[in-house]
Nanobody, 118 residues
Framework: QVELVESGGGLVQAGGSLRLSCAASGSTFSINLMGWYRQAPGKQRELVASIISGGSTNYADSVKGRFTISRDNAKNTVVLQMNSLKPEDTAVYYC????????????WGQGTQVTVSS
């Protein structure tokens, strides 16, 4: 089991930036994919960005060119740099990880609130 600790959420004005961090501990050697997800009120949770071993990344179309996902040198922390934020980015942001073949390693945590004002 992997434990995840998130930080970095807050309130910003449109056009501003936030940096979300998620530190993983426990069985980190099993991690293949690290990703950020978000859920807005009344909507389903969606993938925002993900990164796998080797550095390949995927982004939701709505955030391409504005958000950047990365992993630190220890490969146990995933960072989401969020620039040019829009009100529609407002949501609770969650990080999660998967092992090989989509193996579930961690349950969903409480997330961190991101609010973007117009």
């Amino acid at each position: 089991q992997v434990e995840l600790v998130e930080s970095g959420g807050g309130l910003v004005q449109a056009g501003g930036s936030l940096r979300l961090s998620c530190a993983a501990s426990g069985s980190t050697f099993s991690i293949n994919l690290m990703g950020w997800y978000r859920q807005a009120p009344g909507k389903q949770r969606e993938l925002v960005a993900s990164i796998i071993s080797g550095g390949s990344t995927n982004y939701a179309d709505s955030v391409k060119g504005r958000f950047t996902i990365s992993r630190d040198n220890a490969k146990n922390t995933v960072v989401l740099q969020m620039n040019s934020l829009k009100p529609e980015d407002t949501a609770v942001y969650y990080c999660n990880v998967r092992g090989g073949r989509g193996l579930v390693l961690s349950s969903w945590g409480q997330g961190t609130q991101v609010t973007v004002s117009s």
